[in-house]
Nanobody, 116 residues
């Protein structure tokens, strides 16, 4: 059974940093691309960053380029999202995602709030 479990969310001040983790199980983690999405209140879910199966291919939304870094540690079946220089507009629920087999899987999400 495929499972994705996010953690690390919380409250951070503008300009601060936060690191999210996504722990995966139930599939051959190292073979799959993983993505982070986010959804702010009243807005559609948007793609934040993706990382290829061996970690060499990384892509970012324009809104987070230069501030966020996606990485993975295949030995621990975990993907990370390091978020620096955070802005109030980064406030959202952050979700981990992977397409395994014939469908996409989502974690339960972790709330990130950027506020003073």
């Amino acid at each position: 059974q495929v499972q994705l479990v996010e953690s690390g969310g919380g409250l951070v001040q503008p300009g601060g940093s936060l690191s999210l983790s996504c722990a995966a199980s139930g599939f051959t983690f190292s073979s799959y691309r993983i993505a982070w999405y986010r959804q702010a209140p009243g807005k559609e879910r948007e793609l934040v960053a993706t990382i290829g199966n061996v970690g060499g291919s990384r892509n970012y939304a324009d809104s987070v380029k230069g501030r966020f870094t996606i990485s993975r540690y295949n030995a621990k079946n975990t993907v990370y999202l390091q978020m620096n220089s955070q802005k109030p507009e980064d406030t959202a629920v952050y979700y981990c995602n992977s397409f395994v087999g014939v469908r996409g899987y989502w974690g339960q999400g972790t709330q990130v709030t950027v506020s003073s």
